[in-house]
């Protein structure tokens, strides 16, 4: 794996952040590099390469109350991004999301009758398991913190009567759209599953890149305002990672919450998106 490797880069962030996380954010460019096992250039050039800021820059992203921060000066009402056109028709992480929800009958199916395609592609936070079917993308996990078989085995048991074939080859232009190397291009989205879900779902793809929101804010967005544990499973069970943006909720005090995919993996995301977008 070379060096411009994304899956290489997000390797290093994960080392870095979780030297961040035992050290705090003092540490110098010169103590991190050496705790990285790293010469400085060597490792300001990858975080320039990956993310564009230096790595001082970035450990500020990196820090326990960024999501607090966040919280505190760019936290997004729903509504408002509802009524200004912020939505999942609109420009999101640099491309065009469409997609399309399955029936709740076929959602009760299990997936039988679907032949999904899957495949393993880099991503800016580490190896990504995608599935979709040819309606679009229906699945995005994350490796880095659980390892590639309990990804793939996550993401194959919420269709369990689906029909899996390995076709990177259909999938890659829609995955390379995804995560911003072609945004000239549509990312077609299937969403699967029950009604609930996919109303929290259409809530998530409606939050600006680089801003968060609530569990409740969600809630009381989708008519449910009492429903704030059903609303924090449904995000838990977004089975889209990263353009359905999970990560971008958080809790009503500023703290993470959980993450599906491991917590540094969210942190990262939440950093990366703040620094391309200058927040």
């Known amino acids: 794996m070379t060096d411009q490797s994304p899956s290489y880069h997000y390797a290093v962030i994960g080392r870095a952040l979780r030297i961040i996380d035992e050290a705090g954010p003092g540490l110098s460019l010169e103590e991190l590099a050496s705790r990285m096992d790293m010469s400085p250039a060597h490792f300001q050039r990858v975080f320039s390469q990956w993310v564009g800021i230096s790595p001082k820059r970035y450990q500020q992203y990196l820090t326990l109350d960024h999501a607090r921060r966040l919280l505190a000066e760019r936290f997004t009402t729903l509504e408002t991004a509802l009524s200004t056109g912020l939505s999942g028709t609109g420009r999101l992480h640099d491309l065009f999301l469409t997609w399309e929800a399955m029936t709740p009958g076929d959602f009760a199916k299990g997936g039988e009758g679907l032949l999904m395609r899957w495949g393993w592609f880099e991503s800016p936070f580490g190896p990504a398991i995608v599935m979709g079917t040819d309606k679009g993308i229906c699945g995005i996990g994350f490796a880095a913190e659980t390892g590639p078989d309990p990804a793939f085995d996550d993401l194959a048991r919420r269709w369990p ?119």
């Open 161 to 279: 009567k689906a029909t899996l074939v390995e076709d990177p080859a259909l999938l890659r232009p829609w995955v390379t759209a995804a995560f911003g190397t072609d945004p000239q291009v549509d990312t077609p989205l299937h969403l699967i599953g029950a009604p609930f879900q996919i109303k929290v779902w259409e809530a998530l793809m409606r939050i600006p890149t680089g801003h968060v929101t609530t569990y409740s804010e969600i809630a009381g967005t989708i008519g449910n305002p009492k429903a704030v544990r059903a609303v924090g499973t449904a995000v838990g069970r977004n089975p889209i990672s990263f353009l359905i943006p999970c990560h971008r909720a958080i809790r009503r005090d500023g703290s993470l919450g959980g993450y599906h995919w491991g917590l540094p993996v969210k942190r990262a995301i939440l950093a990366w998106e703040s620094a391309r977008t200058g927040l």
